[in-house]
């Protein structure tokens, strides 16, 4: 048995005016074994060390206590600290005990007996200690239990909520908020100013500017420490009612207590505390009063109506005020579920008459009539004079905490926790529901069920974001060890509070994020759109990897479970492609860098509620054009086009014109390689569109210079008159195949026309050679397609000298495309124009749930490729064909996995593919920059016409030149040329067709003979691979070099 | 006045729930204080849908008496989840918005919409734009004091039309209206401050409630001619006077 004495504080001020208690000695008397004991007096020693940085603290804290008025020692017993501290002199006048010191505390204070209340409370402080030095003697309780006298009231409702020790963690709090958000405003201080007046107005305190100004202050400043509360109404009753007997900055922190931990999210956005404890409550009563619970619910009576305010309001509105402070004595001390034993009891009491109570009316007003008479006799007729003298209020307390004693915060806790996710439901329902009737007209082009998808999805990704942020901060933290001692106070509720935090951030629980940023909007978008999934996860499936894996960790398990993605188990981790970026800034009207669920609705009905092409079309364009002024420009357009493979590169949704072929396919394999094969189809011809479309940019392009404006004209003309070719042509398959090559006809019709063409044809002729038009791909028609199957189809490649191409990429003539261009080339297309009309809008999947858009990318991305056999050429291999190497459509997709270098897969394929595409892409812009600097700086040297306009392409010539260094190289003899020392990608890609004629084994799709910048590639086995490839080149490859007219008609192979 | 309160004996007397709803401050609370008790308090407190905010007061209509079972509601935003608990089974409802203020008219339309898709199939809603009293027209509206003396109906109204934007007014008669009628809400311009309106608006409800006051399938859209028929009675008047039982206990402070 070990035992040690403390010394408290209070009674060593030497400055004390006689009434000093002395010093107060604490004996505690340890219980255990001796390490045990040293154990806790190592912890009361760090405690107390760790306390006494708060001693200076504690002074103006204390100050402000009435007990030490009262006691009028000198002394702060404060934190049982012995040392140091002189205490100064303060006792002048009495501290702050609430408007009551000047306004009179509600009710008589004669029948509160209050002077007598107060004798015993200072005999009892005396004896114990006061305000941070107090102990908690059975006595104390009961003290509590009869009432407090007004003047220490405020005091104990803070010592017992706890709230002093936050005042005393930071006593400037309170004034240095105000001061720092002094005139500020928010809607909360709107909120609160409307209130001023009508909080508890019958009080003379709150008639009186005073009065208003102290509840002003404490609400506002506490709607500043807690913006996420802000102010909600009830908060200002409750706070009028604590001003009553409390200074402000007590009244403060008493307030923040409430809201933190005694009354969880009551007063929250959603007050979902609120409408929780309901729910506990008619839970609580069907248990106790099941007779009175079967009445109400046969009755159609809705509890909560007559109850919620009780809860609400701490019955500070429903009973008379007195009585009201007699509650909130014990709920102070006592923690919630006081306010659950007293409802209770209020039915209980009043059961029988509730019992003929047919509807909420009726319930309302016995309970009404019975508040306003609880200051009388319970028991009126007794014999008994003592129980005569019984108020029922007093019945009600005893009923209270007696009969309901049984009701104890556990109990509340888990009924809470058993309610919890229902009410939250509710709430959700009901927010959802606003929320998306709120919308706005916008709103009004999608569906409700997209509506309610987008609102999920929204929400959702909000929700998984933030905790996700949170599990890795808290695993963080963990890491970091911190062990630090948390002092918790024991205060009922905390489990509830704790428990919170969990699940922060979920709508039902009240402020919860309302705006997504733009990593955000990624995982938003790749929840619905399979474009949207990046191609190289940063952290790429264990599984995949899982052998390296458990070399560089040993223990894989460990890995797996420290390292927690940042986008969530499972979900795909998305893009982050420049059209993303576009898409978020467009939809960010309020240019916040952040979207919120309108934001996101509008943008959506502006994708997805286009039915007209048109306006999907200018959509597009718009998104693309920075300034606004109609016009997009060079670099644009290469955008525009990188978008539209971006877009495109997993697949088009919706109705491209299918093709089917299945011979010889098994039939496990038919319905997945149908699929594929209709994918693969239209993928290439998409990519051939795409491709087509850079060209027809560029040749319609509108010069910014203004000289050559005059160009204009003619070209729309000519423009118009290339739909009489097309019709003409009866180049055989359909659609997207003889646009194209309409295209290119188009173009040389076009080339004629323009004066300055012919110079440079004239001027150039050198250069000519090597202006080569790219294969112009043109996919096999469907029809063809099929017909042959898996043989081989008929194949067409149209070539065309397309010089006027060149000049695209000249930098020295800024261009531009209009909408309406951008229009009608996208109209010229059959692919393009479906996928403005339909793929785009549709590949924003709403109704599909996330998880079935992303297997449906995996699945089908698979299928294609190995159903293709497409193997993938690593870009080192150096493969010098330009062709594409399907050898047959049936291949079967073990075939292609192997032959997919690697260890990603298919998949990898696919990345790797529009990776190139991209990067190639992004190469021409590169070359362009570089090739402008190089003109700028040789623009002397170099003849040729530099300045020539449409038509030509001299920069070309230029950069073919330097690049290649000499520019005998012609056809295949210029592509080795290429391929070792030039690494400029623009001169350096040429094709034959006829060695592409020799070397087309494929029986599939189109061809675009491309070079790779790094010389590796003149066509892959991939013809995917390739023809992105091409994509990306051609607009940098205008040239024919063989410059012969026979290469200016569309050549078509058949094979 | 033309009837007391209890003499509705051989009438056939119903009740019918009506709920208000509308953005914090518009006046909600007023309206129906100055409706059951003809009064009105400069501060009344916030409605945190305590106890006081229900409140009965009875209609009497030529054929039959209505009493009302009012409840009030809170307008602070936050609050609005918990209106669904009001709203529940009321066969009428009283959407407020204060008209110099515009954006209690935008909640007020939200309140609209919840009531069409949420509550009861049948419910009879009134628009009702408070605070005329703030408006510059106001004068030119007929004059309706507080004595209701002479059986303003809501034909007063019209005057009300050639508003010449008041000072405070924010919110133009017509472009209420208009709103009202698109959506077949019955529609009113008050002042709970003066009176001006407030008996009509109770009484054009009492009349719109179908005859069988049960789940009346009524829509909102018919039931509002039907309103105007019976309002020109003069015997379709709200007593005012009656004492009320439900009155009061909101100060229930006893100090």
Redesign the interface.
Known sequence: MFALAITTWNGSNPAADGLSTGQQKLTIQLAGSRQACERFCDGLKRGLREGVGDVGKMRKVVAECYSEYLCSTEGKRGIPISKDGKHSGKSRGPPDAGLGMVF????DQRKLRDRSKMRLWDEYLRDNGRNLSLVRQPTFHKLIRVGLPNRLRGEIWELTSGSLYLRLQSPTLYTDTLSKHSGGQSLATD?IE??L???????PGFQSEEGIGRLRRVLVAYSWTNEKVGY???M??VVAALLIYMSESQAFFLLSVLCDRLLPGY?????YG??LDQRVFESLVEKTMPVLWDHLVKS?V?L???S??WF??LYI???????AFRVLDVFFLEGPKVLFQVGLAILRINGEELLDAA???AL??I??SY??RL?ESAHPRSENEKLRAVTRFQELMVVAFKEFTGITQSTIDEQRAKHKGAVLEN?EN??K??SI??LGPDSKRLSADDLGTLYDRFYGVLYERQQRMQMIQEENERRAKNSRVRVTEPLAGTAAAANESVEKGRVGLGPSPTLMDYDGFREFLAGMAKWAITDSPSSPLRDALSEENHSYFGNSTKSRGNSISPWGDGNPEPADHEFMRRLFRRWDTDKASALSLQNVVTGMAHVKGNRDIMSSISYFFELYDDDGDGKVDREGILRLSEALLFLSRRGLEGSLTPSTSTSGLTEAENVGSLEGDKRVSNDEKFLNSVSAFIRRCFEYADPDHPQNQDMRPKKESQELTIRGPKAASGIEGDGGDDLLDLGISSTRQAQPSSPSAATVTATAGAEKEKKKVAQLPSGPSPKDFDRDGGGKSPRKFSKAETESANLALDPANPLHITLPTFRMVILADELLEQFFESSFPESFRLSDRKGAAASLTTSTSLTTFSSLGFGRTSPSGGAAAARITTPSISIPAPTATASAPGAKGLRGVLDNIVSDGMRVASEVKRRMDEAQRDMEKNALGRGGGGDDDDDDDDDYEGEGRRGQGSEGGRGEGRRGGVREGDRDLLGGVEAEVGSLKERTTTTTTTTTVTTNQEGEVEGGDNGLNEARMGLGIDVGRRRDRRGSSATEKIIEFER | MSESTGASAPKLSS?VKLVLLGE??VGKSSLVLRFVNNDFQ?????T???????L?QKCSLPTRTIKF?I?DT?????????A???Y??AQSALVVYDLTKPTSLTKAK?WV??LQ??ASPGIVIALVGNKLDLANDFNSGGGVGASGSNGIDSEGLNTEDEENSGDARKISTAEARSYAEEEGLLFFETSAKTGTNVSEVFTAIANAIPESTLKGTRGPGGTSQSGLGGRGDDTSRVNLTGPR??VG???????
């Open positions: 009179r505390y509600p009710g909120e409307k209130d007046n009508r909080s508890l107005p019958e009080y909600c109404q009830a200002n009753i007063y929250s956005t959603t007050m609120t409408l159609d809705q909560s109506v007559v919620l305010p609400l309001s509105n429903s009973m008379p005020l007195v009585f509807d909420d009316g309302i007003s309970l009404k508040f306003a200051d709430i009901f927010a529901r606003t009737r709120n | 009740s914090a401050a400069e501060n009344k407190e916030p945190i849908g305590d106890t006081a905010a229900f009965t079972e409840w809170a307008g602070q935003e936050r609050f609005a989840s918990l669904p608990m009001y529940r089974n939200h919409a919840e898709r949420q039982r439900d206990a909101k100060e229930g402070c006893a100090c």
